[in-house]
């Protein structure tokens, strides 16, 4: 019996909205996710939440104690966090925490960001240091993420056979999906002839493979399963959760370094994703096979074929014959991406892990209509950041 | 932590072609777009750099390459201001089946 419930999820549609300052697109996703719990302002007993980092709120990334001001000072307790693109999910681990630790009840988990245009650069400030991997990547070789990801879809290329046709096949599940979802920032059906004429920007992978930076705002209000059954009609159970770093040794190409160890005592490949999924379910008593639904994070076509086989989901090199097949799209045995993914909705870097919660908790209630995914019992996001941040959420119902 | 000495020929794990320049503070004068690459030592480290000649021709996975210096840019002094990179070999016997 889990200890944790979802109660309330909200979400603040993805896009580019200039005009519509941060505090009011996290309010929303905090107002939809309250009413979604039933529950009002003054039910929230804590906050976990992600800190903005490109808009930073009044600046100085306290973007709980920002909620606060605009929603009513509660004198509650406030965690303000930060793990780059995985925030989104700590903030939901730090939630859950706080309601296994006995302190608290009743605890929302919210993120909001508004991103700059383009391409994620090096950031304003950084130190010109070269012993800094930042510097190194950026200043000596002009390595921005997209080249990371394309070295891995032209390495996934050269040992399973991945064409630029399954590559393609991606982007046009996910914009499937998304043209469905009125949440979703890209919302038109394509095809792969869109997806090869649109421009290349790291050889593999063209524009339509790479998902965009979009603004955004998430909220989930968890509570113990003391008060859950009588709060909540349809609680959805936090089996796992987890908050992992890269480790020394890991073979893994990480963003921004520019080497990785060699690893001759476990030639397998090493790296945070895996080892975050495999806690969270390990923490949930779940198998990889039994995992129905997921969610994870597609800066890029490659992720959907290369995570799956890394947690062991999938046995490696099987992703593009399920591709094929149907088996990650509706309807299928392991769906992922029901949302329509990063590729439909952009990437509000602290956002995601939230946003992911709230599409899974949706498909465990059997809330998502035309994109609905069976009736899954067991679902996984997954969210990893700058920094050797990984993360995993484990949900059942 | 211990340093250690990379020197010499190393294969290619793997290989990207940059279509746009990486935004400043990124300085090249070279030709665009550039590429990137993974070389591979022999102990397993795999180090990112750009990589040098081959251009126009099919570069491949496990084709050899060399460690050697490049040139970014040259400053208002004329100096030139280099970065590692990798030469791309033509060996003429790599391919991507070779490689483990």
Known sequence: ?397 | LEEIEIRGRAQLWSHTTQHYAAPAPFRFDGPSPYRIGVAEFADGLKVVGMLVGGHGDEISIGQDVELTATTLFQDDEMQDIRTWGFEVLRTGESDEGNVT
């Not at chain 1, 400030?125 to 990371?148: K, Q, S």
């Not at chain 1, 959805?236 to 908050?243: K, L």
């Not at chain 1, 094929?324 to 299928?332: A, K, L, M, Q």
Request: aromatic share 6%; hydrophobic share 40%; charged share 20%.
């Open chain 1, 1 to 397: 019996m889990s200890e944790v419930a979802v109660v309330g999820v909200g979400l603040h549609p993805f896009g580019k909205f200039p005009e519509k300052p941060l505090n009011e697109m996290i309010r929303e996703a905090v107002m939809m996710a309250l009413q979604d719990a039933n529950m009002s302002w003054r039910d929230i007993e804590g906050i976990a939440a992600g800190s903005s980092r490109f808009s930073g709120g009044r600046g100085w990334g306290l973007s709980g104690n920002d909620l606060l001001t605009d929603l009513g000072s509660a004198g509650v307790p406030v965690y303000n966090l930060s793990a780059a693109c995985a925030t989104g999910a700590s903030a939901f681990n730090v939630a859950n925490m706080m309601i296994l630790s006995g302190q608290h009840d009743i605890v929302l988990a919210v993120a909001g960001e508004k991103m700059p245009k383009g391409f994620i650069a090096r950031p304003p400030g950084a130190i010109d240091d070269p012993r800094e991997p930042e510097f190194l990547r950026w200043v000596c070789v002009g390595c921005p993420n997209t080249a990371y990801w394309a070295l891995g879809a032209r390495r996934r290329m050269m040992q399973y056979g991945t064409t630029e046709s399954d590559f393609a096949a991606v982007s046009v599940k996910a914009h499937g999906i998304g043209a469905m979802n009125e949440m979703a920032r890209f919302r038109r059906r394509i095809v792969k002839e869109d997806v090869f004429t649109s421009p290349m920007v790291s050889d593999p992978l063209r524009l339509q493979e790479i998902c965009a930076v979009s603004d955004g705002a998430a909220a989930a209000v968890l509570c113990s399963s003391r008060l859950a059954g009588a709060k909540s009609r349809r609680p959805v159970w936090v089996a796992g959760t987890s908050a992992a770093t890269s480790q020394l040794g890991d073979n893994e190409l990480a963003i921004p370094e520019i080497s990785a160890a060699a690893n001759q005592e476990n030639p397998e490949y090493q790296e945070v994703t895996s080892r975050a999924v495999a806690i969270a379910l390990g923490r949930a008593g779940i198998g990889p096979s039994e995992v129905e639904l997921v969610e994870l994070q597609d800066n890029t076509v490659w992720q959907e074929l290369e995570f799956p086989e890394l947690w062991g989901l999938v046995e490696p090199g099987q992703s593009e014959w399920m591709l094929r097949r149907g088996d990650t799209s509706i309807g299928g045995r392991l769906p992922i991406n029901m949302s329509g993914g990063f590729l439909s909705f952009g990437e509000a870097t602290t956002v995601m892990g939230l946003f992911q919660v709230y599409e899974l908790v949706r498909q465990l209630r059997g809330e998502s209509g035309a994109r609905q995914a069976g009736s899954p019992k067991v679902a996984l996001g997954q969210t990893r950041g700058l920094g050797g941040n990984g993360a995993a959420v484990v949900l059942k119902r």
